[in-house]
């Protein structure tokens, strides 16, 4: 089987919630799982040091996405910095904390311009909730068709089947599994196949081994398995 790969991981430190490179990589051990992908916290002003650290101790380990807020000036840089000159290999928005609609094309169409200049793919908080509802991903997905959008929680709790609609409408849209339950995730699976389903955890907002473990559940099919939980986001990150 190719690398089992967790791609929805958060590192840093700020109130109520902390997790460092060394504490995931403990989780990715007992667990069994190669490789994730991680990004900072997004409340309140961050920056992408604590992961760049990070990453500079654990190469083989993580793989480390840039996250910026869209509404600062210099957002476009950022991402671009951290990716041609940090060795990044995708970004993550979280337009709920942020306050931003996810297909606003002043603000949002600038980062989306710079994935598809440099090819890397895009994981956007996903939970059906006010700026980041499905229809902004498949306005997102049409108006980018070239660059990899994740849905993350597919749209759970109130949106699971319009996700499913518009992933199967869309090439380049995936739904990524954190927190999302094991049913919806089968859904998923049986409607749109494995290639379109990838495997995410939200670390450390969850128990780590539980959320690997539901997925034994996605599928019987072993080799979907093995693309749910690493072969489709290495295949992304070209790894
Ligand atoms: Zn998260």
Redesign the pocket.
Known sequence: MSMIIDA???LGDRPGARQTGAELVAKLDVAGVDKAVVFPFVEGNFTNDFVKNAFDEFPDRLIPFCAVNPWEANAAEIVRHCITDWGFKGL?L?PTINGYHLADPELVDPLFRVADELGFPIIV?GASDLFNSPPEFALMAARFPRVPLLM?HMGFFWAVEQAIDFASQFDNLYLET?RAPIFEIQTAVKRLGPEKVIWGT?SP?VDYEFEFQKMERSTPDLGGYGSIVGGNIARLLKL
Do not use: I
């Open positions: 929805h991981n958060h993550k979280h908080h993350a954190s939200d907002f």
